[in-house]
Structure formats: structure tokens, C-alpha cells
């Protein structure tokens, strides 16, 4: 044991030496190497510089010579031109003193960087431009006929101290430049010195490398023995790795599926909140909306029957007043549909007529700067649809045109037929088709607003002025009809939008071309104590007030809390007519609270939206749907009544 210590320490003290050494070595080499980079860059830089300044001094030299060939060319062809008087000699001399001028500009700009050279260029621009004045004089003389004074002119100015200073700034110019190059040249050669230097200094540096991987080598040699002895700790702990390795990445497989399945699950359930909160709010809206048309209704149909005398013009503007809110029950309806709560209810009709019998309608929507033209090229085809969608379709398609026009403009609506290949509009099946062409000129849509015009609640109105769900509607009422929708547009060209609707050959009924008519009324009948549940005060009132017109017995609850007070305060009951939906407590937990006190009372629940209640909350008891007209409240009235009636005999049976 005490031999074994010394030992361990030996081989740990060979082990440092072994460390130290190659530690040093490597801190030399890299040392070594960095200086000789640093050094060859350096020669690299100074040697492309030197290489650069020769050929910026030959460049020099060049344009020299060829400034002083163009100036002699210039003067030989003045000389012929003077001899000849040949006009083209002369444009030649005029050429060649402008290639000599334009020589003189590039010496300059290459002269810029050295400022003995460059006031030297400057000079020669002086003496250059008299030199010109004193030749263009002489080629005048020749110019205008003036052959002896030219003659003068020309040996004259061919010794001028003008030529010869252009001469003499030129050799100076050169002879500079050469001494310059012979310098360079020296500096480029001792550049390539300097480079042979580093050249054997680098050898010598891979004399070193060797000699290190020598030792490197010696030394792994030496290691091999202690390395070998560490072999089988390092196999067993490879083995050990690889299995822990293996198990890691089980567990992380495992992971990552788990977390994909919560990711599956979360988008589900996204999607699942985002459905159901659109059906809430469509729901809502039409709630609301349905409230305010009964309350419309009920009090126009209550002036109608209050009326003393029979005025026509009284009574064809409260025939208007009902049939526009009949259309806006209608688009009540189309929401509702939108919303998946309330489904279609086809019939044939004849898609030229329904236009037709809509002109006043579009006229009034869209006001008298629009100008709406009717075509009918359909051949009398016949549709299968829900004429009350389809009306309200065409209206939000005029509407959204007309505000495309900004208010102005013209709409064309176009009724065709047309026989469609499988897909080829949308998911349409081959066959016969009818098409519902509405085209505005107003400003178009872009590629990127065209994609998105189907998306519920996707609008490029401002805040207030839509909802985003007119062609979405659209598109789910022509589609939920079997049909397709196409939409041809461009910036500032206009939309057209088609809606191809599958043929119908049935037989046409009349309901198919008949407008929207108002129900008649009803005659009274038996009268009935009734308790009206109804949160809204304004339906309330109305309802009351419809009931007593009609001979009942009213009274008003607005809280259907207090329902059972009210109950108790009757002296009889034959009726609870109660809205569904309502703050605090719905109609069916209302109606489900009071039920032993209601043996032999009929109910009548009251409701604008079938989604409020499930028939198994509502019991399956009747449904008056809102907006009622009074006709519609007096039939329910008897109904719910002599339902309730038939019921008792048959459980006392």
C-alpha cells in the first residue's frame, strides 16, 4: 500500500509535466501562427496598395501621352483644314480638340489625390482653353474665306508660348509620374522581400509543428498504457449512459404526445367556445330586436282598429307599416338561421316576380339617387327556397351595393338561368340552375378583401354601420339551399354578385308570386282572466293593450318573481301567458315553481328566439313566436286555452 502511493504520485506529477509541455507548446503555436497572419495580411495589403499606385502612376502616364497626342492630332487636322478648306477636316479638328479636352478631364481626376500634380493640371487647363482660343481663331480665318490671314494665323500660333507651355507642363507631368513609378516599383519589390521572409519564417514554423506532433506522439504512446486502464470504467459508464440516454427520450416522446393531445384538446375546445359564443350573441340580437317589432306591431295594428273613419291614404300607409316589419321579422329570421336556430321553410318560386314585387321596397331602401333596373331573362324557371331568405338576400346584396356607390349610382338586378358543369360555381352539382345577378358601379373590392367576404362578422364598413354578417347569411341561406355563390370584381370596376339556385319544375303555388300579406283579424270571442309575464315594459303595454282590445281580462306582471303574488290577487285565472327568457328567473322555471296552483290554467309561453328553451323545459306547451300581429296573439289565446281544456278531460277520463 505505501509502495502504491508514490506511485500514484509519480504518474500524477508525469501527467502535470505531460500537461505543462503541451500547454506550452500550443500557447507558442498559436502565438507564432497569429503573428505570422497578422504578418502576411500586412504584406498582402501593402503589397496590393503598391500594385494599385503602379497602375494609378501608368494611368497617369497614359492619359498624358494621350492628351499630348490629341492636342498634335488636333493641330495636324487644323493644318489640312487650312490648306483645303475642306469642311470635314474641319469637323475633324473640332473632334479631336474635344477627345483632347475630354483627356484633360480624366487627368485631372486622376491627378486629384496628389495636390503637386493636380495645380500643375489646373495650370495646363489654363494654358489648354488659350491654346483653343488661339487654334479656333485661326480655323475662323479659314471658316470665313480668309484663306491668306489663315495661313498667318497658323505658323503664327504654331510657335506660341501657349503650345510650348502645354508641352513643357506635360513632360513635367510625365517625368514626375515615372519617378514615381521607379519608386513604387522599389516598394513593391521590397514588398515581395518581405514576403519571402514570412515564406521561410513560416517553414520554420512547420519545422516546429513537426517536431510538436512528434512529441504529441510520444507522448500519446506514453498515455496509451494509463488510458487503457480507464477502458472498462469508461465502457460500463458508456453502457450506464446509453441506458439512462434510452429512457429520457422515452419519457420525452411520451411527453410530447401528452402535450399534443392537450393541444388537439384545447384547440376543440376553442372552436366548441367560439360556436356557441356566436350563437349566444346572434341569439341576443334577435331577442332584442324581435322585442322592439312587437311592440311596432302591436301598435299599428291597434291604430288601425282605432280608427273612427276609413281614410285610405291612413290605412294604405299602415299597410306599409305592417308589411315592413313583416320583413323585418323576415330578417330576424335570416339572424336566427345564421345562428343555427330557426331552419328554412322552401316553397317554388318565381325569382323574376319576387324581384319584381320588391321595386318599391328597394326603392324606399335605397333612396331616389339609385337607380335600380329590374332584368328578367329567366324563361319562367322556377326556384326551391325560402322566398322570405331570398328577399331578405337580394336587400342585403342592394344595400351593400349602395353603400359601395356611396348613395349614388346605378344597381342592376338580373334574373337568368344557366346550366352549370359539376364545381363549376363553388360545390354545385351539374344541372339547371337560376341566377340572381346583382351589379352595382360603385368602388370594387381588392384580391385581399374578396377572400374574406364570407367570414362572419369580416366587414370594411366603419364601426356602426355593419355587422359583418350580410354575406355570410348570404352564403349559408344559397349554400343550406343546395345552390353556389360567385362574386366578379375589381377596384374601381364594380361588383357583381350571382346566386345560382338549383331549378324547381314542380307546380308554382300562389304563395310563390303573392306579396307579403297582412293577416286579417280576428273576431272576438270568449273573454279570459290572463296574467302576461313580460319583463320588457314597452312589449308588456302593448300586449296588455292588445288582450283588452281583444274583450280579456289582463293584468301585467313585470317580474316573474312576483308572478305568485299577481296569481293570488286574481280572482280567477285562466291564462299565464309569460316570456321565455327574462332577468332573475326564466318563463319555464317560473311557470315550473308555480305548477300546483295552475290545475286548469292554460300557459302560453311568448318567445323570439326557439333557442332560449329546450321543448323538454317548455313541457310542450305552446309557443306564440315574436313579433306576434293580434290576429296571430288572439288565435294563440284560444288555442292555449281549449288545449289545456282537452288535456283535463282527458285525465279526468
Known sequence: MSDAIPSLERSVHAKNWRLVLLGALAVAGVLVLGALILIQQRSDLERDRA????????????????????????EAALGRYVVSADRNLGQQYSDQWGKAGEQLQRLRQLTGDNPTLFAQVRQLQRVFAERGKELDATALYTTFKRNSDAFGAYYQVRESPARKQVEA???????????????????????????????????????????????????????????????????????????????????????????????????????AQKMDAVGQLTGGIAHDFNNMLAVVLGGVELARRQIESDPREAARHLDNAMEGAHRAAALTRQLLAFSRSESLAPEPVDAGA????????????????????????????????????????????????????????????????????????????AGDYVSVAVRDDGCGMTPEVLERVFEPFFTTKPVGKGTGLGLSQIFGFVRQSGGGIAIETAPDAGTTVTLYLPRYKGALTGSAMAPVAIE????????????????????????????????????????????????????????????????????????????????????????GFTGEASAEQLRDRPVLRKPFTVAALSRAVREAVAGEAQRMGQAAE
Open 51 to 74: 500594385i494599385a499606385l503602379q497602375q494609378h502612376s501608368f494611368e497617369v502616364i497614359l492619359r498624358a501621352n494621350q492628351l499630348s497626342g490629341g492636342i498634335a492630332s488636333a
Open 169 to 271: 507642363i506635360l513632360d513635367d507631368i510625365v517625368e514626375q509620374e515615372r519617378q514615381r513609378l521607379r519608386d513604387r516599383t522599389r516598394a513593391a519589390a521590397q514588398l515581395i522581400e518581405n514576403s519571402s521572409y514570412a515564406s521561410r519564417v513560416l517553414s520554420g514554423f512547420g519545422l516546429v509543428i513537426a517536431l510538436g506532433a512528434v512529441v504529441f506522439g510520444w507522448l500519446a504512446i506514453e498515455a496509451q498504457g494509463d488510458r487503457a486502464l480507464a477502458d472498462a470504467d469508461a465502457a460500463w459508464e458508456r453502457e450506464r449512459t446509453g441506458q439512462l440516454r434510452e429512457a429520457v427520450a422515452a419519457a420525452t416522446a411520451q411527453l410530447r404526445e401528452e402535450a399534443r393531445e392537450r393541444e388537439v384538446a384545447e384547440a376543440k375546445l376553442r372552436q
Open 354 to 429: 319576387l324581384i319584381r314585387g320588391m321595386r318599391d321596397l328597394l326603392d324606399r331602401t335605397l333612396g331616389d339617387a339609385i337607380r335600380v333596373e329590374a332584368q328578367d331573362r329567366g324563361l319562367g324557371w322556377r326556384i326551391w327556397v325560402d322566398r322570405h331568405q331570398l328577399e331578405n338576400a337580394v336587400l342585403n346584396l342592394a344595400v351593400n351595393a349602395r353603400d359601395a356607390m356611396n348613395g349614388r349610382g346605378s344597381l342592376v338586378i338580373t334574373t337568368g338561368e344557366s346550366r352549370l358543369a359539376a364545381n363549376e360555381v363553388g360545390h354545385c352539382a
Open 520 to 607: 286579417p283579424a280576428e273576431e272576438k270571442g270568449d273573454s279570459y282572466d290572463i296574467l302576461v309575464v313580460e319583463d320588457d315594459p314597452r312589449v308588456l303595454a302593448a300586449t296588455l293593450a292588445a288582450l283588452r282590445e281583444l274583450g280579456h281580462r289582463a293584468v301585467g306582471c313585470a317580474d316573474p318573481l312576483h308572478a305568485p303574488t299577481a296569481i293570488e290577487a286574481m280572482a280567477s285565472l285562466d291564462l299565464v301567458m309569460t316570456d321565455v327568457l327574462m332577468p332573475g328567473q326564466t318563463g319555464p322555471e317560473m311557470i315550473a315553481g308555480i305548477e300546483a296552483r295552475l290545475a286548469g290554467v292554460a300557459v302560453l309561453f311568448v318567445t
